[in-house]
């Protein structure tokens, strides 16, 4: 594979290792501290074919610049997702690749039942719908590539699932980071927020507990 590429961060590597030294990659966030780690990673790494740039993926104005244009976990968290599709339809080259990754938050799930993850799950899919994002945007996917004019669009799901390890601690760690817009907006409590938390890393530490991530929906296609 060689050309071009746009992503958000953490596939930086293994893409810039596929397009090889005749390509280029091109990473974008809206958030600095996002794009100075990237900018890190990529130096420790020592990928010289690299660059990141602070914007607003819905923003973009490239027209035919890339071979490959990819979301991961971005869309969700959009008021207007849309927008964004379109950017990047825009920005891919005519027959190029649209990869897009994003969550169904309400495929989640923990074994045994435990009434702190059922609660954690409710509560990040309330934070992400009162921010105008659609925590379980996954699904929608094929149809949202279809309707933008993307051919050959293909779908696949995965559910990263742990009996052990630190994936299990991936739920306490949301629910701490949700946390202060969980008790600003009076869904909780502080107290009930803390027992949430300690009850999902209770659960995690449980060696007979099977604990996921939420489905991931990994959708690709073609610009027409």
């Known amino acids: 594979m060689s050309g071009s590429g746009l992503w958000r961060r953490s596939r930086h590597a293994p893409m810039a290792r596929l397009v090889g030294l005749e390509g280029k990659v091109v990473g974008t966030d809206a958030d600095d501290e996002v794009i100075a780690l990237a900018r890190e990673d990529a130096r420790t790494a020592k990928l010289d074919n690299v660059e990141f740039r602070r914007a607003d993926a819905a923003m973009c104005q490239a027209t035919e610049e890339y071979d490959l244009v990819y979301a991961r976990f971005l869309l969700s968290h959009l008021s207007e997702p849309e927008r964004c599709l379109e950017a990047m339809v825009r920005a891919c080259n005519v027959k190029g690749a649209l990869v897009l990754e994003d969550v169904d938050f309400s495929g989640s799930f923990c074994y045994p039942t435990c009434v702190a ?67 600003s907006e009076r869904l909780a409590t502080e107290s009930e927020v803390q027992q949430i938390i300690t009850e999902l890393n209770d659960a995690a530490a449980d060696s007979e507990t099977v604990m996921s991530l939420p489905r991931v929906f990994q959708v690709w296609g073609r610009r027409a």
């Open 117 to 183: 993850y059922d609660r954690y799950i409710q509560l990040y899919e309330h934070i992400v719908n009162r921010g105008g994002g659609d925590p379980n945007i996954g699904r929608k996917l094929p149809g949202m590539l279809r309707k933008m004019g993307a051919e050959n669009v293909l779908v696949n799901v995965v559910q990263p699932t742990h009996l052990e390890g630190e994936g299990k601690l991936m739920a306490s760690i949301t629910m701490q980071r949700i946390a202060g817009a969980v008790i």
